[in-house]
DNA sequence: TAGATTGTTAATCGATTAACAATC
DNA sequence: TAGATTGTTAATCGATTAACAATC
């Protein structure tokens, strides 16, 4: 309680300290300092000790950092030390992209379904995840702890589907639709959004600049 | 030449703006002040001025800004003024799910194939896209003039498939695949990662958050 | 013209980097 | 112990916000 308030920035950083720590240890490597990992990962050594001490001392001077330790701890900082039950609302393409994809953080994630008004789906199943159809959601709620839902659908059905899913006790959500829902829901739902759209923009800014540059072509 | 460089804070609030004025084009509104726009995006009126002013002046003083013309003047910007040839490597879920996806933004961007190496998929079509084998994509590609590649592939395929790309011309890469291949491609060609799995977990970690602050449960 | 709102400069805030004392 | 490297404070840098003169 009371607890230091950590910056978006920070944490922003932290998944990716996560993947190259799990790649170092891949690579059998059992300590790293600051310096080491940041010449890696290129930022400067002095952000990762900042980031780092926002959580308390990972580190042990004259020695570095402990890389199995240290993932753990960032894991724990993180919330991917328990599993989370998921569901995903639309079972396109990229709803089962995504119950492929949430399966990678293996003890962390576990989809227990998918839900989508296509009637042609109803009682398919994507790998082991029955699909189900959407009137079916707030009983499948009531009966299951599911914490996190991620949004594939449509923009004109994303809000009303997210107030539904608050009114059933989700209490994070993944959203995929182009619309801001963090705007739209309560602050006790954690909400990222996801516009891959505007990833795609930003790509196009960049090689326009390139070209503008006189670096292409 | 010798233009001002614009920070990196700017051009990753410029899609949001996009769609904003989009939507706002949808419903019929001709013109918006900075201070209307601000509130419903929940940033500074300020903000909006200075993004803006990087550019030029798009406003009017006492009038505020013609919704169609700084939505015309930001895809001038983003360089979605004209078509960008793209393919997906990676004929999955997820480079499927792109497919459709790139065809969002009507004009930006045209998906002209799909590659893989899974042979079972070999001259099939997703809508009216051909997946084709990875052995012909350097033919492809000689023949095509094709700026961006976005790659949903695991990663230990990613770095060689950049490569390959970049030596076949490709200047822009979307990656999908879990590296920062930003730090393995020249300069010279454009990069955006799209990590979903650090959106999840600063998600978990949102969701964590909310929890030990006891607004959950 | 008076009112509204931009464009832009100046002030503030926050994040990053540098430096170094503490300590393993 | 000497060397290495953290943890942490101080300095710098950059981004955001506030303020207001310019101007439609």
Redesign the interface.
């Known amino acids: 309680m009371g607890?230091k308030v950590i910056s978006k920035a920070v944490?922003?950083r932290?998944?990716?300290y996560?993947?190259y720590l799990g790649e170092l240890l891949d690579a059998g490597v059992e300590r790293i300092s600051s310096g080491e990992l940041s010449q890696q990962m290129?930022v400067t050594a002095s952000q990762i000790r900042q980031d780092l001490n926002n959580f308390g001392g990972f580190g042990q001077q004259g020695y570095g950092y402990n890389v199995y330790y240290l993932r753990t701890e960032i894991a724990k900082?993180?919330?991917?030390d328990r599993p989370?039950k998921m569901i995903i609302i639309g079972a396109?393409?990229?709803g089962?992209?995504?119950a492929?994809?949430?399966k990678?953080?293996k003890n962390?994630?576990h989809v227990v379904g998918l839900f989508d008004n296509n009637k042609a789906l109803k009682r398919k199943m994507v790998r082991d995840i029955p699909i189900m159809m959407i009137d079916e959601l707030p009983g499948f709620l009531q009966k299951n702890d599911v914490?996190?839902a991620a949004l594939t659908l449509p923009k004109e059905n994303a809000i009303d589907m997210a107030q539904i899913l608050v009114e059933n006790g989700i209490?994070?959500?993944?959203n995929f639709a182009?619309t801001?829902l963090n705007?739209v829901v309560p602050?006790?739902?954690?909400?990222?959004n996801?516009?891959?759209?505007?990833?795609?923009?930003?790509?196009?800014?960049?090689?326009?600049?390139?070209e503008?540059e006189g670096?292409?072509k």
């Open positions: 607890q944490i922003k932290l998944p990716r996560y993947r290129k900082i993180l919330g991917l989370h396109g393409n990229l089962q992209a995504l492929n994809y949430a990678f953080e962390s994630f914490e996190i209490h994070a959500i993944w182009h801001d705007l602050k006790t739902v954690a909400v990222q996801v516009h891959l759209s505007e990833s795609l923009m930003r790509l196009s800014y960049n090689l326009k600049t390139l503008e670096k292409i």
